[in-house]
């Protein structure tokens, strides 16, 4: 198994919150992803990053923001969430030349 | 975005029998990808494809990259039960870009009888 960690893996929040969900990888790849997963709708592509402080919006960015200090680490950010952010996150990661992504775990957000 | 029409949507199957689901799409893949996910976990790859025509094999599962490039299809024989789950497909249209853009059908949901 890839060696990909979501933190936290359950979270429930009120409405107008902040939430960051952390993603963390010991692969040492460059390209990390985040998706979400909705019934009906399968994947969606919300943000993603080729490189340490490089990122850019995939097709569901709105409402979301993200950050890449390090390799090993992306963070999701909804900055004041909404109860249409009730989804289940997976994390994703690529290597340079490499198609093939590999998932987190997850991590099952509920916004009340 | 790219749409990709995975079908069926679900199946529900003997222990024993052999399955087929396939994925198409309205513009041309350079690389189709199949995922299985178990309920709580995250996606798993298990057939990566590159060339059309190509025909690839995992244990029972076999794809297959479509000649025309726009659709793939996978096969699992003799089905099990730790075969239920969802059955993702997912394509890049892309191949030439840095960066990898997957998009994703919506899934085949399998559940397989004793």
């Known amino acids: 198994d890839a060696g990909i960690t979501q933190s936290p893996r359950h979270k429930v929040t009120e409405t107008g919150t902040p939430v960051t969900l952390r993603c963390h990888q010991t692969e040492n790849h460059r390209y990390m992803y985040w998706y979400r997963q909705d019934p009906g709708h399968g994947l969606r592509l919300i943000h993603y990053s080729y490189g340490v402080k490089d990122t850019d919006k995939g097709e569901v960015s709105d409402g979301y923001s993200v950050s890449r200090s390090k390799t090993e680490d992306f963070l999701l950010t909804l900055e004041s969430a909404t109860s249409s952010q009730t989804s289940v996150y997976f994390c994703?990661?690529?290597?340079?030349?490499?198609?093939?992504?590999?998932f987190g775990p997850g991590t099952r957000l509920t916004v009340t | 975005g790219q749409q990709l029409n995975q079908s069926p949507q679900s199946m529900f199957i003997q222990e024993g029998e052999d399955v087929s689901m396939n994925c198409t799409s309205s513009?041309?893949?350079?690389?189709w990808l199949w995922y299985k996910q178990d309920p709580g976990e995250g996606p798993v790859l298990l057939i990566a494809l590159y060339k059309a025509g190509e025909l690839t094999s995992n244990g029972r599962l076999t794809a297959q990259f479509g000649i025309t490039r726009k659709d793939s299809f996978l096969n699992i024989s003799a089905s099990i039960p730790s075969d239920v789950g969802i059955y993702f497909c997912a394509g890049l249209a892309d191949r030439g870009s840095t960066l990898g853009r997957l998009y994703f059908g919506r899934g085949t949901q399998l559940t397989v009888w004793p």
């Open positions: 513009s041309i893949f350079n690389t």
């Open positions: 994703a990661i690529s290597a340079v030349g490499v198609y093939e992504q590999y």
